[in-house]
């Protein structure tokens, strides 16, 4: 089996934690604030009601990041093994077939890490692109890239953000939820296994790529 980097399972933890703090000092520093505003209604003889209500929410959504946070940085793996690539991403992908989701090319190749988790990983990116795309089909492409293989989904459409990084941040979501964690659990959990996810945005074609390191034979 191709042994697994630390560097890059290190880098993307770290990167998850920086932005993962970042994103739970946000509704903190809320209740902060909106407790010394009900502080001073009250001093003044007015009803803190409305100030504490909205502090409730912003704690609740902290206490929400935070068990989720935890949940996906401590949970831990079933164990590597190997499989084959091309078979993984068709039976993963089998759910979405209804969706309009199109499965391309072939590698031949194997990989190693926890299959559950870069089911999840895969997934969740598919998910995604179903969500955010203007147009009925997501194609899905198997890729041989040097001695690495990815699975490529390309979607019509365009990414909220000019730096795509930023999308892999907890607090980047739709409308509607509170934390959006598909994509940095897609990266974590790619990164396990010595691989990465990235996005990018070609003309009016959204991509989200995960890599993974062929098994050498």
């Not at 509170?178 to 940095?184: D, Q, V």
């Amino acid at each position: 089996m191709t042994p697994v980097s630390t560097d890059s399972r290190d880098k993307a933890r770290k990167q998850f934690l920086r932005t993962f703090l970042h994103d739970l000092a946000t509704p903190l520093s809320a209740v902060s604030l909106h407790l010394e505003g009900a502080s001073r209604r009250f001093a003044r003889g007015g009803d803190p009601a409305e100030s504490l209500n909205v502090a409730r929410a912003e704690l609740n959504r902290a206490f929400d990041l935070f068990e989720r946070g935890r949940e996906l940085l401590l949970s831990e793996s079933a164990g590597s093994k190997s499989f084959s690539f091309d078979e993984w991403v068709e039976a993963t992908l089998a759910p979405f077939t209804s969706d309009e989701v199109k499965i391309h090319g072939t590698t031949g190749g194997r990989i190693s890490g926890d299959r559950e988790r870069l089911s999840e990983a895969l997934s969740s990116l598919v998910a995604n692109a179903l969500e955010h795309r203007s147009s009925p089909q997501v194609n899905v492409s198997r890729e041989r890239v040097g001695d690495r293989l990815q699975v490529r989904i390309e979607n019509a459409g365009s990414l909220p953000a000019e730096d795509p990084e930023k999308l892999f941040a907890p607090r980047s979501t739709s409308n509607g939820k509170n934390w959006g964690m598909g994509l940095p659990l897609a990266r974590l959990y790619a990164a396990d296994a010595g691989g990465d996810v990235r996005l990018s945005q070609d003309r009016e074609r959204v991509s989200a790529t995960l890599t993974l390191p062929e098994e050498s034979s």
